[in-house]
């Protein structure tokens, strides 16, 4: 039996993810070819760097975010595309959609999906296909989301993991420590946020410390749609605190608006950054060019909300998984000495990769 990875996009630096894997079970059998994420381009106007792939199986989704799902726009609607309930929710209409648990086990093709939460957004999984000696997909993940749940996979030969980070370390405690200093400014925030990840996080810690003065953009997460989800994909923890903000309106007099379009080109957030004499802009995740240039010039701030893994988690994740090959994602690779002394020798920054097995 034969496993092919081939990287179309997603590797050497933050971009669309699409990850073409082709098995073939004997020499008498046809090839299977599932493309993993269909995302789109980050940044307005770019393109997003990949084409659909001829004669593919399967699409499957790891979550609802523009850079692995926005290039399900181009895709042949004949395509099976699979994705969890919540995720199908924001994926385009002309799709031959088919349903992933948040947590357990697909047949598809005769292969069988394994997918687990994955601590990154709303309805968010890994994936985990029982080819070979396993192939597995994080998507995006993060071991410290305290409202999505990450949950260890099966072990697999093959690791395709979210290195968005790179080699930063840094806790999100941190992160939430310096977001604290910017309460006491005297504009009110802004804060851009992806809608079905960090934004409804930020709303629970916020309220943990008994401060009440944020406000929730309307196409954000609410908590009732959280709180009616499957047990797997939101943390027994902060099902207490979602209960006590049921039932909030979205009120611009208040101290932090957090609002949807983590690029704030679009929505309420982009009519806000128009006032700046009113609204002070802080950003939390990936930087478009515009608000690269704001923080530049102290017109905004950024200060990272950790829903991707620290190297840290990265090599604890490397450990768990045992594979003998790692393909890091999202980031460059500059030095893979440097890559190989922190997580091991299974690190390569090859973007194809061919693996043959002895038949079982």
């Known amino acids: ?184 400014e005297e504009k009110s925030l802004v804060m851009p946020v992806p809608q079905s990840g960090r934004a409804l996080e930020i709303a629970c810690w916020l309220t943990s410390l008994d401060f009440h003065d944020w406000t929730l953009g309307e196409d954000c997460l609410s908590p009732e749609t959280a709180l009616a989800s499957p047990i797997e994909g939101i943390c027994a923890e902060a099902r207490p605190v979602l209960e006590r903000l049921k039932g909030r309106r979205f009120d611009l007099n208040t101290k932090v608006i957090l609002c949807g379009d983590p690029d704030g080109v679009s929505g309420i957030a982009a009519d806000l950054l128009l006032e700046p004499e009113t609204y002070l802009p802080v950003y939390t995740g990936h930087l478009p060019e515009h608000a690269r240039q704001a923080v530049s010039e102290d017109k905004a701030y950024f200060v990272r909300w950790n829903v991707h893994p620290r190297i840290r988690d990265l090599k604890t994740l490397v450990d768990h998984l045992q594979c003998d090959v790692c393909l890091p994602l999202f980031h460059g690779i500059k030095d893979e000495n440097e890559w190989k002394e922190t997580l091991g020798s299974s690190v390569t920054s090859q973007t194809e990769v061919e693996k043959n097995y002895a038949n079982y």
């Open 1 to 184: 039996m034969k496993v092919n990875i081939d990287i179309l996009s997603g590797a050497g630096r933050k971009t669309a993810a699409a990850i073409l894997v082709t098995y073939q079970a004997s020499h008498e059998s046809r090839e299977l070819r599932f493309l993993l994420d269909a995302g789109g381009a980050l940044e307005v106007g770019e393109d997003k760097g990949w084409t659909q792939p001829e004669n593919l199986d399967a699409i499957l989704i790891s979550h609802d975010h523009q850079d692995h799902m926005g290039g399900l726009l181009d895709v042949d609607g004949n395509v099976p595309v699979y994705a969890t309930q919540e995720v199908q929710k924001l994926l385009p209409t002309h799709l031959n959609l088919h349903t992933l648990p948040v947590g357990g086990t697909t047949l598809i093709e005769g292969i069988e999906v394994t997918t687990g939460s994955a601590g990154h957004s709303f309805g968010g999984v890994w994936l985990h296909l029982n080819m070979g000696e396993g192939v597995y997909y994080s998507g995006d993940f993060s071991l410290e989301s305290t409202l999505y749940p990450f949950t260890m996979p099966p072990k697999a030969d093959i690791a395709l993991l979210d290195a968005s980070y790179g080699l930063y370390d840094n806790s999100l405690e941190e992160g939430k420590q310096s977001l604290l200093t910017f309460l006491k």
